[in-house]
């Protein structure tokens, strides 16, 4: 959809709160079939002040409503840069609410849940042949978990062999999550700048004995590959460290390069980026780990086994770094993942990750010149524009919410840091020629708008629900949770 | 391929679009020696109805708790789910959405988010509620942090014997290296020892976590313990692993805790098997800007009408990097969306009354085993929908005998608590009808069941 014409029905709701009745109910419970019992009243609560009481059609209204407010991969083209938004399939919802698999409670003794574990086993196995690494995890419950656990196990590994490094080097452009990650490990991040690509002179550079990891995106968050990788793990691994990789851009790789054969000894996955869980506007994701032999002994317990008696949770894993979540990691996630390997094998991957880059490259070809490209090298799944020559001093702000009135999700936007006004688009496999060429003509309108008439880009979204929020007041001023006025 | 739309023709015009004459040239950023040199080996891509075949063949292998008769609990509650909560969270505008860093286009889960922030806070007790955590044992590992970060200097946080033991697991391993010291306070009756948290507790101590229900079923006296931690300038954190109990006994808010966390679960969410789950985490103001997670903050637009975005951003990895107060970079999205339809659903009086049929039917299943030759019930107190059971053979015996009846009787305790290993935690919920429970009782008799 592009152009600015027309405005559908957009329905006003209320907060559930407001809308709430007493003695109005939405549920239908059994009646009690054995005697009432009562507990002790001092501990009994007083009813739950202004919870709602709504009937069933409010709440169906309610969330239909509010549906009608979001936009999802289904709506439409939804070029987040590192997010890849690919299509959900829809035969990965249905197999996830298999009753065998959406029913099945995770006390249950291993020997009457055989086919979860075997589906895990499978899953971990899968990913080790995709990454090149000899053993996956599939606990992490997101990609930010995932990393966790893998500096975790980088710094139990430096302890079991008696070291005491204490700074992980991380590349400027990397996901504000890595250094977080690094220092919820107790280490220091050390931050070294990139120019499109690191080079292993600027990685030498910093490198001394007292560095556990440098962590780094391949490809980086620019859309390119590090070409220096194997030379840098060389590097790192000499003076006794480890490199971890962050799997966000997997999607650029899959049967084309594999990060464990480059020298990488850790990566995380995202299952909801990746292979194609849906985001579920925000979560849940699930971030499996890769290790290399090295770093296995350290892995999260419980792991899937097999042995002759079948498949098992194993718990013997006395250098583990213990558990990062409650159970085994998101299941039904790893169902949706492991039915889009099946449906995609393993030609099917690989045509899904040049797809992807064909895409990126698409746009780039048809944008470059009228958006400002910071670097030239050849990218991969995505492309990063600058807003450089962008007109009368719009930004990439007002592009953002300009491509809303044409009918699009914004690209990831200010991101990655290293480029001043990043405006990051990776398109996916998913999307066809028409849909690209309908969405480059609407950012080559809106450049051309730019400057003839910014107020367009400066005062959009206007065809959304809401026009621009005050978002410094929301920081100022937080308003949490809905309280009764006159309370 | 179905999910990629590309034709042959297609891809021609793309290449020449792009200068290229071979896909292989998009790739030459990748050196030759980085390059994989065979196909991936994994399995043809298949059909839809040749992979529904294969998964419905593992699914069928798996026991479902709709067809064996299930008193397992300990952290993963099997509650009945309303059919209006599948239909709408299958709104694909929904499920398909990303993160709503765009609130102009991202409202419906915003609004979503703000009212579970809300119904959390009525829940709990407590002024402030994020917009979630991975799960009930991430989040108790959060607040274990939020506790140090925010006492400043004190590093010690005592961990109730009670508390689910893989949430103190967790708490374990968030802990690692982080310079924090975590102590044990033992049990007396099932509840932690309060003689010996006030012999525990120092001025070094940051925080006291305790389970309510805790991971025995019984209710803790949260108001006690928070006197207790409260006279050593510690804070109380509750983790909540069933919150349905919160439907019927006092909130940990007015009862003196000063962090609630817990996991949602029951409120919606299918058992799969432990995961996905959703950690709540709610604190009082004065915490509110060392909280972890995204929060979401009501505002209006350009025309004065109200809206919704995230807010508080400068708490997170995105702008502060290694200074954030966690790594969390999402939340549970969908199952924030589940856990408020569920709470709409049910509401004031729904909760309450399904929380007392839960209390209910447990005090009725462990009267008749309390009734049993050689059973007993190991605690005296309060319980809301487990408890345990001390049975007089073997637990892992008894387990295999009544699996042959399909019974799934609970969950030995003995590697968590050598202390109870006779002891067997068994659960019951609404779903579990007086006929089942009565099986129960005559096959752990050993009678015909």
Redesign the interface.
């Known amino acids: 959809m592009s152009g600015t014409e027309g405005r559908g029905l957009v329905l006003d709701?209320k907060?559930?709160?407001e809308q709430?009745q007493p003695g109005?109910?939405?549920?239908s419970?059994?009646g009690?079939?054995?005697?009432?019992?009562q507990?002790?009243s001092r501990?009994?609560?007083k009813?739950?002040?202004?919870?709602?009481?709504?009937s069933?059609i409010d709440?169906?209204r309610?969330?239909?409503r509010?549906?009608?407010?979001?936009?999802?991969?289904?709506?439409g083209f939804?070029p987040?840069g590192s997010?890849t938004?690919?299509?959900?399939?829809k035969?990965n919802?249905?197999?996830?609410?298999?009753?065998?698999?959406?029913?099945?409670?995770?006390?249950?003794?291993e020997a009457?849940?055989?086919?979860?574990l075997?589906?895990m086993y499978n899953l971990q196995q899968?990913l080790a042949?995709?990454s090149?690494f000899p053993a996956v995890t599939l606990q992490p419950?997101?990609?930010?978990?995932g990393?966790?656990v893998g500096i975790?196990m980088i710094?139990a590994w430096h302890e079991a062999n008696g070291r005491k490094p204490t700074k992980v080097i991380i590349p400027d452009t990397a996901?504000?999550?890595n250094?977080?990650?690094?220092?919820?490990?107790?280490y220091d991040?050390v931050t070294v700048a990139s120019d499109g690509l690191l080079s292993k002179d600027a990685v030498a550079a910093v490198m001394d004995n007292d560095v556990a990891a440098l962590m780094v995106t391949n490809p980086n968050t620019l859309g390119?590959?590090e070409?220096d990788?194997?030379e840098i793990c060389d590097l790192v691994h000499e003076r006794g460290g480890l490199v971890y990789a962050d799997g966000a851009n997997l999607n650029a790789l899959?049967?084309?390069?594999?990060p464990g054969?480059?020298g990488i000894d850790v990566m995380h996955f995202n299952l909801h980026k990746t292979f194609?869980t849906?985001?579920?506007?925000?979560?849940?994701?699930?971030g499996p780990v890769g290790v290399a032999e090295k770093l296995i002994p350290f892995m999260?317990k419980p792991i899937v086994i097999k042995d002759e008696e079948g498949y098992k949770l194993d718990y013997e894993r006395p250098e583990s770094?213990?558990?990062?979540?409650?159970?085994?990691?998101?299941?039904?996630?790893m169902?949706r993942a492991?039915?889009y390997?099946?449906?995609?094998?393993?030609?099917?991957?690989?045509?899904?990750t040049?797809?992807a880059?064909?895409?990126a490259?698409?746009v780039?070809?048809?944008l470059e010149g009228e958006y400002d490209l910071p670097y030239k090298?050849?990218?991969?799944h995505e492309v990063v524009f600058s807003e450089a020559a962008l007109a009368n001093d719009c930004h990439t702000l007002d592009v953002?919410?300009r491509l809303?009135d044409y009918g699009y999700?914004?690209p990831t936007i200010y991101?990655p840091l290293v480029v001043r006004g990043a405006l990051m688009i990776e398109p996916t496999?998913?999307?066809?020629?028409q849909?690209l060429d309908e969405f480059c003509d609407a950012l080559l309108a809106i450049a051309e708008e730019a400057k003839t008439a910014p107020e367009k880009l400066r005062m959009a979204?206007v065809r959304?629900?809401?026009?621009?929020?005050?978002?410094a007041?929301?920081?100022r001023k937080?308003?949490?949770?809905?309280e009764r006025e006159d309370a | 391929?179905r999910?990629?739309?590309?034709t042959e023709v297609?891809?021609r015009?793309?290449?020449e679009?792009?200068?290229?004459k071979e896909?292989d040239e998009?790739?030459?950023?990748?050196?030759e020696?980085?390059?994989?040199s065979r196909?991936?080996?994994?399995?043809?891509?298949?059909s839809?109805a040749?992979?529904?075949a294969?998964?419905?063949?593992?699914?069928?292998?798996?026991?479902?708790?709709?067809t064996w008769d299930?008193f397992?609990?300990?952290?993963?509650y099997?509650h009945f789910i309303?059919a209006?909560i599948?239909?709408?969270i299958?709104?694909?505008?929904?499920?398909?959405?990303?993160?709503?860093y765009?609130?102009?286009?991202?409202?419906?889960?915003l609004?979503?988010i703000?009212?579970f922030?809300?119904?959390i806070?009525?829940?709990t007790g407590m002024?402030?509620?994020n917009?979630?955590m991975?799960?009930?044992?991430?989040a108790c590992?959060e607040a274990v942090l939020l506790a140090v970060r925010a006492a400043k200097k004190r590093r010690r946080v005592l961990l109730s014997r009670g508390l689910?033991p893989?949430?103190r697991?967790?708490v374990?391993?968030?802990c690692?290296?982080?310079?924090v010291e975590l102590v044990e306070v033992p049990l007396v009756d099932g509840v932690t020892d309060m003689a010996a948290l006030e012999t525990l507790l120092d001025d070094q101590t940051a925080a006291v976590a305790v389970g309510y229900p805790n991971y025995l079923g019984r209710?803790e006296d949260l108001a006690k313990l928070a006197d207790i931690a409260h006279a050593a300038g510690a804070r109380l954190i509750a983790a909540v692993a069933e919150p349905l109990a919160?439907?019927?006994?006092?909130?940990p808010g007015?009862l003196g805790a000063d962090v609630v966390v817990g996991?949602g679960q029951s409120f919606g969410l299918?058992?799969?098997?432990?995961?996905?789950?959703?950690g709540f985490f709610a604190v009082r103001k004065q915490d509110?800007r060392v909280l972890p997670g995204?929060?979401?903050?009501?505002?209006?637009?350009?025309?004065g009408?109200r809206?919704?975005?995230l807010?508080?951003?400068?708490r997170?990895?995105?702008?502060?990097?290694?200074?954030?107060t966690?790594?969390?970079?999402?939340?549970?999205?969908?199952?924030t969306?589940i856990v408020?339809?569920y709470?709409?659903?049910?509401?004031?009086?729904?909760?309450?009354?399904?929380a007392?049929?839960n209390?209910?039917?447990a005090?009725?299943a462990r009267e008749q085993i309390a009734a049993l030759e050689g059973f007993e019930i190991a605690h005296s107190g309060?319980c809301f929908n487990e408890f345990v059971v001390l049975c007089p053979e073997p637990v892992a015996e008894l387990?295999t005998r009544l699996?042959t009846l399909e019974i799934?009787p609970g969950?030995a305790l003995g590697r968590d608590y050598p202390e109870l290993e006779r002891g067997l935690l068994v659960c019951v919920t609404?779903q579990n009808?007086?006929e089942q429970?009565d099986r129960l009782v005559a096959a752990l008799a050993g009678g015909e069941a």
């Open positions: 709701e907060l559930l709160f709430s109005r109910v939405g549920y419970l059994t009690l079939d054995v005697p009432e019992a507990p002790d501990l009994v609560r009813e739950i002040t202004d919870f709602p009481e709504l069933e709440v169906v309610h969330y239909t509010l549906s009608t407010w979001n936009y999802g991969v289904d709506s939804y987040l997010c938004m690919k299509y959900n399939p035969v919802e249905v197999a996830a609410r298999l009753p065998g698999f959406a029913d099945i409670h995770p006390q249950t003794p009457l849940n055989q086919g979860a075997e589906l899968d042949e995709i090149g419950a997101a990609g930010a978990q990393e966790f975790l710094r996901h504000g999550t250094p977080a990650s690094a220092a919820l490990c107790g991040v390119l590959f070409s990788i194997r899959m049967g084309i390069s594999r054969d480059l194609s849906p985001h579920g506007g925000g979560g849940p994701g699930s999260p770094i213990g558990r990062v979540k409650s159970f085994y990691g998101h299941f039904s996630i169902v492991y039915t390997i099946l449906a995609m094998g393993g030609e099917g991957l690989r045509r899904a040049e797809m880059v064909l895409n490259n698409y780039r070809a048809r090298q050849r990218s991969l953002a919410k809303i999700h914004p991101f496999e998913s999307e066809s020629m849909i979204p959304a629900k809401v026009r621009r929020l005050d978002e007041t929301a920081a937080p308003k949490l949770r809905w | 391929m999910y990629l739309p590309h297609e891809v015009q793309m290449l679009r792009i200068g290229v896909i998009l790739f030459s950023g990748i050196p020696s980085c390059r994989l196909p991936l080996n994994l399995p043809e891509a298949k839809e040749e992979v529904m294969q998964l419905r063949a593992l699914a069928g292998k798996n026991s479902k708790v709709f299930s397992l609990g300990g952290g993963a099997h309303p209006v599948d239909h709408l299958s709104r694909s505008e929904f499920y398909t959405a990303y993160t709503p765009q609130p102009e286009i991202s409202q419906g889960t609004q979503a703000f009212e922030q809300t119904m806070c009525q829940l002024d402030v509620a917009a979630s991975y799960d009930g044992a991430s590992a689910n893989q949430y697991e967790t374990a391993t968030y690692r290296y982080v310079d209710v919160l439907g019927l006994f006092k909130s007015e996991e299918p058992l799969s098997y432990g995961g996905p789950g959703v509110m995204r929060l979401v903050g009501e505002t209006v637009d350009l025309d009408k809206g919704f975005v807010t508080l951003a400068t997170e990895q995105h702008i502060r990097r290694e200074k954030a966690s790594n969390i970079c999402s939340n549970q999205g969908l199952n969306l408020g339809i709470l709409a659903l049910h509401g004031k009086q729904g909760l309450k009354r399904l007392e049929i209390y209910s039917k005090a009725y309060e387990k699996e799934l969950i609404e009808s007086r429970i």
